[in-house]
Structures are given as C-alpha cells and as structure tokens.
C-alpha cells in the first residue's frame, strides 16, 4: 500500500503515521512469541542454532531470548530519523503526536523496516548471505518463498551443501525445488516435536 512507500511518506507523514501505528503498533503491537520462537531460543543457547534470519518484523525471535537474529527487512521496535540517522527504541519515543519527529534536529521518524523504495539494510543482507554459506542444516519456517530477494537464501544455502528442512503448512517454492525435508503442519507444533526429538 502508498502508506508504505518511502515516497509517499516523505510527502504525507501524518496519514502515514496514523496508519503504521494502528497496524504495527496497536494492532500487532499486542503479539507475543510463541511456542516456535521459544524452541528457536532454546536450540540457540544448546548450540544447536547459529542465526536466524527473519522477514519478520516484530522482534519476537528476540523477545523469546534468541541474540543472533538477522532482521532481513528490519524491527518495528527501532525507529530512525531520516534527517540524522539517530534512531529510538519505541519505548523511548510518544506516538501520542504524529507524525514522529526527532528530538534532536526535529527531523521526520519512521520505523526501521523496509518500505516500497528502500533497499534491504546492507549490513543484513551480507550477513543473511554468510550464515547461508555456513550453513549445514537450514530450517525453512512458515514462509511462501515467493519474497525476493529474501527468497534466494535458502537456495545459496544448498549450493553450499546444506540440508533443508522446510515447516509449513502447506508447500512452498521451496518445497520441489531445494527442500530435502518437508514436515508439514504449524511451526509450534512441529518446531515442539523437533525439539522433543533432539532431547
């Protein structure tokens, strides 16, 4: 949608802000982690999990207690200024006055995730493109595969030798393609039965 575009925001902050904060901040601001995230955590403090790379948004991998998170298209829970790059928790920040400005220069916030017009962050992406490259066994979790270039990690991770094991709950571009494993049904509950299996 407009709302989302980097453009339109720039020239219509305040409809921009309204919308943002009703679905990400009061809407799915409310989720919390659940069972998948918790085993996700916990297979990364045994040593059994060395990065997760999400598309998603919401921090919950990190509110679960997982540190080495990836966030392919950024955190709704940090906000950037676009005028001087000084960024904010939201927790440090009012959305009581919209749209956002900057404490410091009084320049326009956003959030930090990808809009229509952004690039994936550097920083993420190199990184995303190196835990696939190291990869031995790569767990492909609730996703189409149809986002790209997020969707290309999975496939530099079998060209480096890794085995893919695909959770969803129906099949994917993945699945005929570079999946050696599919197990199919909800992440909480296959991520649980994983876990119960690798004790």
Not at 1 to 9: A, G, T
Not at 65 to 78: A, C
Not at 83 to 112: A, E
Request: hydrophobic residues 40%; aromatic residues 10%; negative net charge.
């Amino acid at each position: 949608p407009e709302i989302l575009d980097l453009h339109y925001f720039r020239q219509h902050p305040e409809k921009s802000w309204q919308v943002i904060k009703e679905i990400f901040y009061d809407f799915f601001g409310k989720a919390r982690p659940n069972a998948a995230h918790y085993v996700l955590a916990r297979m990364e403090s045994k040593g059994l999990l060395k990065n997760i790379i999400t598309q998603n948004i919401d921090n919950l991998h990190q509110e679960a207690g997982s540190r080495q998170v990836i966030e392919f298209h950024g955190n709704s829970h940090r906000l950037t200024c676009i005028s001087c790059g000084r960024q904010f928790g939201i927790n440090d920040i009012s959305l009581d006055t919209l749209p956002v400005k900057c404490d410091v220069c009084n320049g326009l916030v956003k959030p930090d995730f990808i809009f229509f017009g952004e690039g994936i962050p550097p920083q993420a992406y190199e990184k995303s493109l190196d835990a696939a490259r190291r990869a031995e066994v790569f767990l492909i979790i609730g996703t189409t595969g149809e986002i790209m270039p997020a969707s290309q990690i999975p496939f530099l991770a079998k060209q480096n030798g890794a085995t893919l094991i695909e959770i969803n709950t129906q099949p994917s571009k993945f699945t005929g393609t570079v999946t050696d494993l599919f197990l199919e049904g909800k992440a909480t509950e296959v991520m649980q039965q994983l876990e119960a299996l690798l004790g």
